[in-house]
């Protein structure tokens, strides 16, 4: 029990003596840092390092940076917010148990995509010899060339320029010759042991520190401000970089300085810039800018964008003279132009709207043109033009637009193919249908046979005979006939004197013959039977009830046929 006792005391002792794993860890943690902190400023696709804190983000930063493009001139000083400010001093190498191979903070000073070469810096005050360092060129994520040092050494504040360039002397050759282009690209410089000292990215790259440098470039490079490189760890920010042969030429080994940077210039407004037409539905649509202002404008940082989508075109620094238009084709153009539907923008460098115009149902062929201040469709596409109405395509060959806006053939005129031959002896040819048609010789008339005559009525022959058989014999002395009837009537004599009518009688004045003279009859006062009326079929009605009498005192006796024998023979007895 003793010896038990004493084992956990001094099990207790060594506890409280010895240090923490928790403790050892962050003790080595803070030598890594102070030894390899370039490291964590790298942005990659992945996600960057949390202790980087001169650098943002690429997520954050590209985006924007890559908006502004800087000037051909711009350094660190040029976004002053964006970037930490230029190193005073060089910072002396620390200290330390390691070689200054493994440590030393080289830089990357220059890179020429089109001179071919890729130049290093030291800055410190020691002589490092670059033993297992690599400098390595990709595009994107593929490497397509570099450099595995051996036994060069690159001398306190002096050049390490690497090229296959047989004018560059001095420069050390590469393993295998990069392809550096101009557009994107990035270079990685790596020590001995594997971390990263340097990287420089331009264009689409993936590899780069805080925003990669705009691509398209003929050499980048640091510039030196009073002896000392600039580095803030911050491609975009730490990298000049000139596009065209008029730009700064920086050769190798050389210290370029770093220039202060120009004034802003104010925004253009773009005020008078106006849109004139819109064509959409045609075979290479544009979009027509017009100066609507009196003097001469600049297009520079104006901005054309369409509702459908977020893409902006940024027009050159073109001057437009007053009421000069100017077409931007939209094939040439990030925009996407809808052909029926759609709504279009003008807008100054600051993104501010100065014009708008919408459209809709946009016949195939036709624009939407701005005339006399209103905006309307048009079948006149007039690019670089006055705008002029026109309300109807033009019709295909061979058919003209009538009246009523349709397209019909257009007549030919005739020809001498199309004069019809003339119609043969004996025919003519009729004016409607154009054919030729038989000449109808003229009816002669033959004149009746003797005993006959012809009829004015009918035009045939009758015989005289029967005509005159058919003739009315006169009347007799003292008769007319009757055109009316045919039939032959006494003539009135002015003293015939006609007899008096009988008594009840009266002459009738029109036929002067006798008529019995009509009497009123007057209903008796009182009687029962005035105004009866006496229907004629009234007594269909006692028919009726006799005959369904007699039907029913035969079906009695049928019925009682029995007892009525019975009684009969009784009255017998």
């Known amino acids: 029990m003793k010896y038990l006792r004493n084992t956990l005391l001094m099990t207790l002792i060594a506890a409280l003596i010895m240090p923490s794993p928790s403790v050892l860890a962050v003790g080595n943690a803070e030598v890594e840092t102070s030894s390899g902190g370039d490291a964590s400023q790298v942005v990659e696709t992945s996600t960057p390092s949390s202790g980087s804190t001169a650098a943002a983000p690429s997520s954050q930063l590209a985006p924007d940076l890559t908006t502004e493009q800087p000037t051909v001139e711009s350094v660190a000083a040029a976004n002053p917010p964006a970037v930490a400010p230029v190193n005073p001093a060089p910072s002396p190498v620390q200290t330390t148990a390691e070689s200054p191979e493994k440590t030393a903070p080289l830089l990357i000073s220059k890179v020429s ?14 002589n ?46 590469f393993d295998k010759a990069p392809s550096v282009i101009q557009g994107e690209g990035s270079v990685v410089l790596s020590r001995a042991d594997g971390s990263m000292a340097d990287i420089v990215g331009w264009g689409e790259t993936k590899k780069f520190l805080a ?162 201040g209103e905006w309307m469709q048009t079948f006149a596409v007039t690019e ?66 003797e005993g006959y005559y012809r009829s004015e009525e009918t035009g045939r022959c009758r015989s005289i005979a029967s005509a005159a058989a058919k003739t009315l014999k006169p009347c007799p002395d003292g008769q007319f006939r009757n055109p009316a009837t045919g039939r032959c009537k006494k003539i009135a004599a002015a003293d015939d004197i006609l007899k008096d009518c009988p008594e009840g009688f009266e002459r009738n004045p029109a036929t002067r013959r006798c008529r019995k003279i009509k009497t009123a009859s007057m209903p008796v006062v009182g009687s029962a039977t005035a105004g009866v009326q006496h229907v004629a079929g009234a007594t269909w009605g006692w028919w009726v009830f006799g005959g369904v009498s007699l039907l029913a005192a035969g079906y009695g006796a049928w019925q009682w046929r029995w007892e009525l024998s019975q009684l009969i023979r009784r009255l017998r007895r």
């Open 113 to 126: 995509p089109d001179k071919k070469y890729i130049e290093i810096y030291n800055p410190t005050d020691s």
């Open 128 to 173: 490092v010899t670059l033993a297992g360092w690599k400098i390595e060129h990709y595009r994107a994520d593929v490497k397509t060339g570099g450099k595995e040092l051996k036994d060069e050494v690159i001398l306190a504040n002096d050049f390490l320029v690497l090229s296959n360039d047989p004018a560059l002397t001095k420069a050390v050759k």
């Open 211 to 372: 925003a990669p440098v705009t691509g398209g470039v003929k050499t980048v490079w640091r510039c030196f401000a009073d002896g000392i490189i600039v580095d803030s760890k911050n491609n975009f920010a730490d990298f000049s970089s000139n596009k065209t042969a008029g730009d700064q030429e920086v050769m190798p080994y050389t210290r370029p300085r770093c220039k202060t940077p120009e004034p802003p210039k104010p925004l253009n407004k773009c005020e008078g810039l106006k849109l004139n037409e819109i064509a959409s539905h045609v075979d290479e649509p544009f979009i027509e800018l017009v100066n609507g202002s009196n003097k001469t404008i600049t297009t520079a940082g104006c901005k054309l964008t369409i509702d459908s989508n977020n893409s902006q075109e940024v027009l050159g620094d073109i001057e437009l003279k007053s009421g000069e238009l100017r077409a931007v084709k939209v094939s040439h153009t990030k925009l996407k132009l809808p052909k029926t539907k759609g709504k279009v923008y003008v807008l100054d460098e600051a993104g501010a709207e100065i014009d708008a115009t919408e459209y809709d149902k946009i016949a195939k062929g036709a624009s939407w043109s701005l005339l006399d």
């Open 384 to 449: 670089g033009a006055a705008n002029v109405f026109k309300e109807y395509a033009d019709c295909q060959a061979g058919y003209m637009r009538n009246e009523s806006g349709k397209c019909v053939k257009i007549p030919t005129p005739s020809t001498e193919s199309d004069v019809l031959a003339p119609c043969p002896a004996g025919q003519y040819r009729h004016p409607e249908t154009r054919r030729c048609r038989k000449i109808e010789a003229a009816k002669t008339v033959t004149p009746c046979k």
